[in-house]
């Protein structure tokens, strides 16, 4: 994963809630076993709808993505995260977030940033007007000059900060799960005679 | 410190301050793919596989003829996969093959205070057993697989309270309809539920499981029930369960939250006002009861949906006439499921105007209802008999809405083309499905009770 620091650039506004991830990535295109090349999936039917905003032009190659609450809701398919950023979004600004979405993105280095509706909304009625959007600070300077703050995880900031692949961490932990699995470990589903 | 079922079973469970021990990993073809993946590249191996199963079940035909080119693909590699990383596999064709969520309880390896994840929102059906379940990405189930465990924030929680007992023709269906209805699809982000209170009690593990499931449609990362008799007696026997069974349920008896205990956000629910319910847009908060009609749009999202669901305010709902019906998924696909709906069709006819389809949750259940006659039932009705799978739950096999059709289903998301591109859903409870399918339109099934 490469490190997220600083992102800046226009903002790109879908002006809707409860965006799911069905919208983001259409089942169909789940049947593929690779991990990459999800970007020209993204918004599949949306996009071939007339007037879907993100396909005005000055919204094109803008590294920020705002939208309404409940970003991601429904299923779990890590591919929304892995379209949103082979289309080209470092960074999503929504009112609030989906849990298991917000995680993926996390996992991939896509900036997941959850800010007050009223800043949100200034993002999309300024858009494509740009932003930039320091993780290190949690902050994120709208385009009135303004600049609005964040909350992360910090274990979620410190592995974006730095990269850090999360298996390889949990790695260097291996006794702790070592010394779990001997002394607190429950007794198994019986998995292999079931 | 009086403490809830959920934090007893992350506290059993939790390694330093964010990290979770997995009991249970639940693998799939669709989600796994580029985990497994992951770990060639890395020269990783499973590091668990005794607590590990997969089986197929998101893009598996239902009826007659092999998978399409690429669904084959993927279930070619869970195939491979699984050998050569030594993961148990339930493929199409197995006799334990069904889906995930309905054939971990089935096999008795979902079990009271587990830690169980699968690459799957629906995954949180497992919680109605009192196990901590919860859906994860391909990210995650790389992780689980590596490591045996996952990296967690600590959820805030939320009880769920329902007051007073089901009314003739309600279902758990309703009860957990109204109840997104009533908090939204997203009333319980960032929460592990638990749901509480005599009308949950007074549930089947059936109907406590259609609840659990649909916990992801409030945004819940997880929801829970405490395990009580009815929990053991559908457990026992089963093969997955513990060898000494009754000691196991003395251990599992302490689970329940102790009195008193605080969470973070409590909710009611009045039981006896529930109608039963039905979706009337594209997100499973859209719900009223069949006794009303299609609102007015209280927002930009409602506007929307009543275009792409082509419904007009003030419309009432029981006169929406409906092309498709579809009784399936990991929501309703259970055997008390089938029941119900077959006590509806027994005698009558599906209306002309309508194609019914029925897809068990597992071969197991498949059996269980044949056994049973309830095949013959709907046959003799005019539904479609399938085989297991997802099936038109999410459309990634044969099975889906061509542009345009209505269709009322028991699954659990009404989103925008999720049962075929421009396919409208009306989310309902088995039993208002077979009403749909016998009138021709949505209906409250009370009339034909």
Redesign the interface.
Known sequence: MKPVTLIEGPVAAL????V?T??IV???F??????SGFGEFLFW?WFREPGFPLNRIEFHGAPILAA???FG???????A?WALQDYGYEAVVAP?F???FR??CT??GLLPVELPEEDVRELIERAPAPARIDLAEQTVTLPSGRVATFDI?P??KERLLNGWD??AL??N??A??EQ??AT??????????? | MRKTMFEKVWE?HL??D??L?V??HLVHE??S??AF?GLRL?G?RVRRP????ATAD??VPTGPGRPDE??Q??LE?LRRNCEEFGV?LYPLGHR?QGIVHVIGPE?????P??TIVC???HTSTHGAFGALA???????V??VL????V?Q?R?RTMLIRYTGQLGVGCTAKDMILGTIGQIG??GA??HVVEYAGEAIRGLSMEGRMTIANMS??A?A?AGMMAPDDTTFAYMEG??????HFAS?VEGWRGLTTDEGAVFDQVVEVDVPALAPQVSWGT?PGQVAPITGAVPEPG???DE?ALAYMDLRPGTPLSEIAIDRVFLGSCTNARIEDLRAAAEIVRGRKVASTVQAMVVPGSVGVKAQAEREGLDEIFRAAGFDWRGAGCSMC???NPDILAPGERCASTSN?N????QG?GGRTHLLSPAMAAAAAITGRLTDVRELV
């Open positions: 002006d809707r809630a409860n799911d069905d919208q259409p089942k169909q789940l049947k593929r076993i690779e991990r039917d309404g609450r409940n809701s429904g299923s779990s398919r890590e591919h995260a609030s989906s849990d298991i995680s993926n996992k991939i995880d274990h979620v999360e298996i949990t790695e932990r291996m702790e799960i779990y699995e607190r470990e429950r007794e198994g589903p019986n998995v292999l005679t079931a | 059993a390694i330093g964010d990290l021990f009991d249970l669709v989600t793919p580029q993946e890395a990783r005794d607590r590990t199963l998101h893009n690429l669904s693909a993927q590699a148990r334990r096999l008795g390896i979902t079990q205070g587990m690459g799957d929102s919860f859906g994860i990405g391909t990210s995650e790389e992780h590596a490591t045996q465990t990296m924030t959820p699809t997203d982000t960032g992801i449609e945004g990362r089963r093969p997955g369960v513990p060898e196991a997100n927002d930009e999202s929307r999410l459309g990634m998301r989103f925008e083309g999720r591109k």
